[in-house]
């Protein structure tokens, strides 16, 4: 209980950490620099505690979409100390150093995998809930989940314009994507992104379908 004006104020519980639910279709657009990895990335922790085994690194997320495996990667930071008027600090700074700790095609297994690692090194939050797959219908909904917006157009994984009667089209005018506007790509890097494209709708039609059953 509290009174006006004594400054007391009630004491409130902690609220627990909500989970992150992480959507495979996250991982839809492709990365412009380099089309073998979707764009997208979910960051696990930006950092570890000294004195647990392994040196300073960011850890996330990814999906190798030329695999269609999901990896677990760690960034290294490398320390640095800084003096500067009487002054002394510690920073750290991106590295170049990455190492893929963990790859599945299974992304209940990735999210299984980043959960043991963020008990390992951030044990203090034993109360956080685990992170979980999106299961694309609520209360088990990312809020970024768009599998509903695979279902009636072909989407572009290099910038997510949508296109009606895509699938339509001949093959013949479909590979030389002069008439699709699908970029102007020809060759192998058009015949990648259609075949990104497809499976990625077809794949949100069959998780929809079992969603919703």
């Known amino acids: 209980m509290t009174s006006r004006g004594t400054g007391w104020q009630p004491i409130r519980p902690r609220r627990r950490p909500r989970a992150l639910y992480i959507c495979e279709f996250e991982f839809y657009l ?23 085994g392994e040196p300073n690194h960011r850890l996330a997320l990814r999906k190798n979409a030329r695999s269609g495996k999901y990896e677990v990667y760690r960034h290294y930071l490398d320390a640095r100390i800084r003096s500067s008027g009487g002054l002394t600090a510690l920073t750290f700074h991106d590295s170049l150093k990455e190492v893929v700790a963990f790859e599945s095609a299974s992304l209940d297994e990735a999210v299984a995998f980043v959960n043991r690692e ?39 994984p290099r910038c997510g314009k949508e296109y009606e009667g895509f699938e339509d089209l001949p093959d013949a005018v479909r590979m030389t994507g002069h008439l699709t506007g699908f970029h102007y790509m020809s060759g192998d890097d058009l015949r990648w992104t259609l075949e990104y494209a497809q499976r990625t709708r077809a794949r949100a039609r069959s998780v929809l379908k079992e969603a919703r059953h």
């Open 30 to 52: 492709l990365d412009p620099e380099n089309p073998d990895y979707a764009l997208g990335e979910v960051d696990i922790y930006a950092g570890v505690p000294p004195g647990l």
């Open 118 to 156: 963020y008990r390992r090194f951030h044990s203090i939050d034993p109360d956080k809930d685990l992170d979980q797959v999106c299961k694309h219908e609520h209360p088990d909904r990312a809020q970024t989940c768009d599998a509903d917006r695979f279902l009636d157009v072909l989407i572009c």
